[in-house]
């Protein structure tokens, strides 16, 4: 199943209801996620997948179906006044961005706008056309009708198009016009700030828990819990500052090794416990066991294996990898285990499997809840839980466009920083026939007149050391060698200039010309800090790889984590405990019925009965005891790891996100304000 790939037809079509009438938009399939029907989210297809160019065509057939939608029907005023809000210049489009503005004064909740922009349009530009069906689905969300374009269309014909509640006075200023940064307003605190941080659930809810499955755009009970009461238990159960001491979890790619029909990849795996080789296998075995040890405790699954895997799907691979090591080796529980250890520190896991004997004995056999702990947990228990299973499936779709979306930005990025266009190349073999000036380096080489120093971080003495703090991953690594096997732009951009001062070393005149020295210096300057800023892209989209982008998809990883949490707790925390309780019932009925009737040996059959009514009561006894540790780990893994880590994490990735690009937009600012400085004195005459 891991080796199909995605599906790449389309993605929706214009018979259902909430369906769209555009065939390009892959984020609109709004209530399945990429992980249902076994969809390979490690697929051999780059992801995300290139986002193409929108064409002329494809625009024109866009207004053209929206135009029918419209028809001919007479649009409120307000539809134009919120149109010429973001077009004052008459140019007939405004920007996803702009949409979203004005969505948002709308006062309908996130999700609903995010579905109505990605119905309307898949282009980075939203004409008149779809504008006005984004504000007439708004005015159907608003009256809780169907959010759908069949809809709109349905109202167009009868010529009742809805008008919509948007507060356009609050409409908030386009980011592009803001100079400078506003100071901080202190804000008041949220109505639900009185809820005590460390219970995210409360104790009752105002409305029963929906399945995964269910409409997000349809159930308000998504959009939080309802006032109750405070959880039984307070504190976040970890250390204090605990995200700041996590154990790191290294795994890179050692190479390939076997024979063709049995060729396998070793990882070396790096943590502060010892640096071992491991195989695919190994990581599996020690899971299965992880598995049976601990069903009912809170870890992400493996990456997938696949027969001939490319080199996108293995970088994906050790990615995932080192995320649910790096997970599993910093859970206040699993971290403890033996086999965990041995295959972090025994230099052969496989040679010591076939001398050791692994027990893989339930963890409910050998612990016990004690008393303090058992009234600790919760009355509502399975009231949080269902409560939690009913934001899972959404969250699970939602953080996968997350990191599709993060992920095709920083690809644009790189795509800047680093790789020249098809069509670049395409036109210069085309029209310069020119043997190429150079070959691809992985950095510009050095200049003779090097570039005016520039500040950088505190603990940074070079550009190299610049390099080395951010492109490194949090685990350590880098991202394969996508970046470094072509070259940028700006670089080439650079040995070009460099050429062309080669080519004017002497001028015409045979003599010292000032002019020509001037220009020419100022040129190598450009040169010299083009390829600084290449270089500084470079690293940022190293960074962006290792640190923004992973962090996003360990939080997309612990939500599917959830998921089959809740699955093993379905399957495996069934017992026999009802129906032993019958059969003591009919036992202790029998045993009445033989001292009745007082037929001989009788007295064996009483004994036989007896002794089986005290097995299936001891029975009974283990598994009640099982039912509480059972919930005592569900509460555990809920209350301690999943609120700790789908908040304070999410917090230290947005945190360094936003430090990081703020260090790097002062890097790229020094770049070329000491560029600015270096050519002020270049000649005119």
């Known amino acids: 199943m891991f080796n199909s790939p995605r599906q790449s037809g389309q993605r929706y079509n214009s018979n259902g209801l909430g369906s769209s009438f555009v065939d390009e938009n892959p984020l609109a399939a709004s209530t399945a996620s990429v992980y249902d029907n076994f969809t390979d989210p490690w697929s051999n297809h780059p992801s995300p997948s290139q986002t193409p160019a929108p064409t002329a065509a494809a625009s024109g057939t866009a207004n053209a179906v929206f135009n029918n939608v419209i028809a001919d029907a007479t649009v409120p005023a307000v539809y134009y006044r919120s149109f010429e809000a973001l077009d004052p210049d008459g140019n007939q489009e405004v920007s996803v961005n702009g949409l979203t503005r004005v969505l948002q004064t709308s006062a309908l909740p996130a999700s609903t706008i995010n579905k109505i922009v990605n119905l309307v349009s898949s282009r980075p530009r939203v004409s008149k056309l779809e504008f006005f069906v984004a504000l007439a689905l708004v005015a159907l969300a608003q009256a809780g009708k169907d959010v759908s374009v069949e809809q709109v269309a349905a109202l167009s014909s009868q010529n009742d198009l809805p008008e919509p509640s948007l507060d356009l006075a609050s409409l908030p200023p386009t980011m592009s016009t803001i100079t400078a940064t506003p100071p901080a307003v202190p804000r ?87 640096s071992v080789t491991r195989r695919y296998s190994e990581f599996s075995f020690l899971w299965d066991c992880l598995y049976k040890r601990y069903p009912f405790r809170l870890f992400p699954a493996l990456p997938p294996k696949r027969i001939g895997p490319d080199e996108y799907f293995l970088e994906q691979r050790r990615r995932g990898l080192a995320r649910s090591l790096a997970f599993v080796i910093n859970h206040p529980i699993l971290k403890e285990d033996g086999l965990l250890n041995t295959f972090l520190t025994v230099p052969s896991f496989e040679q010591w499997r076939k001398q050791a004997s692994v027990s893989l004995e339930e963890e409910s056999s050998t612990k016990r809840v004690d008393r303090i702990e058992e009234m600790s947990i919760p009355s509502d228990l399975e009231d949080k839980l269902l409560f939690v299973r009913g934001k899972v499936g959404p969250l699970i779709q939602h953080y996968q466009q997350i990191s599709l979306l993060a992920e095709r930005i920083i690809k644009r990025r790189e795509a800047a920083a680093v790789r020249s266009s098809p069509f670049q190349a395409t036109f210069r073999r085309t029209h310069f026939a020119f043997p190429s000036l150079s070959t691809s380096i992985s950095s510009a080489p050095n200049t003779p007149h090097p570039a005016p120093s520039v500040p950088l971080p505190d603990n940074a003495s070079s550009v190299s050391d610049v390099r080395s703090m951010s492109s490194s991953s949090m685990f350590g690594l880098t991202f394969g060698n996508t970046i470094t096997t072509e070259q940028s732009d700006l670089a080439r951009l650079s040995n070009t200039l460099r050429v062309v001062n080669e080519i004017n070393g002497a001028c015409w005149r045979g003599e010292a010309c000032e002019l020509d020295n001037g220009v020419r210096l100022g040129l190598e300057q450009v040169a010299a800090h083009a390829s600084r800023h290449s270089e500084l892209a470079e690293v940022r989209v190293r960074a962006l790889m290792d640190t923004t982008l992973e962090g996003i998809k360990r939080q997309r990883d612990l939500y599917i984590a959830l998921r089959d949490l809740f699955i093993r707790h379905d399957r495996l925390s069934i017992d026999t405990v009802e129906r032993l309780k019958k059969r003591i019932e009919t036992n202790s009925a029998k045993i009445e019925t033989i001292k009745n009737a007082g037929k001989d040996g009788w007295q064996d059959q009483v004994e036989s009965l007896l002794t089986s009514i005290e097995k299936d009561q001891a029975s009974i006894q283990r598994m009640m005891q099982r039912r509480v540790f059972i919930r005592a780990c569900m509460w555990h893994e809920l209350r301690v790891i999943l609120h700790n880590r789908e908040n304070t994490l999410l917090t230290e990735v947005v945190k360094n996100f936003a430090r990081e690009e703020r260090d790097f937009v002062e890097l790229v600012v020094n770049n070329w304000t000491a560029l600015g400085e270096a050519v002020e004195s270049m000649p005119f005459e």
């Open 188 to 274: 008041s605190p949220p109505a639900y700030s009185s809820m005590p941080s460390e219970d995210p659930w409360n104790s009752k809810f105002s409305q029963p828990p929906v399945s995964p499955s269910a409409d997000p755009f349809a159930n308000p009970i998504l959009a939080g819990p309802s006032t109750g009461g405070a959880s039984a238990i307070s504190g976040s159960g970890m250390p204090p500052n605990w995200w700041k001491h996590l154990e790191p979890a290294h795994v890179s790619v050692l190479g390939q090794q076997g024979f063709i029909l049995a060729r396998y990849t070793v990882y070396q795996v790096v943590t502060n416990r010892a």
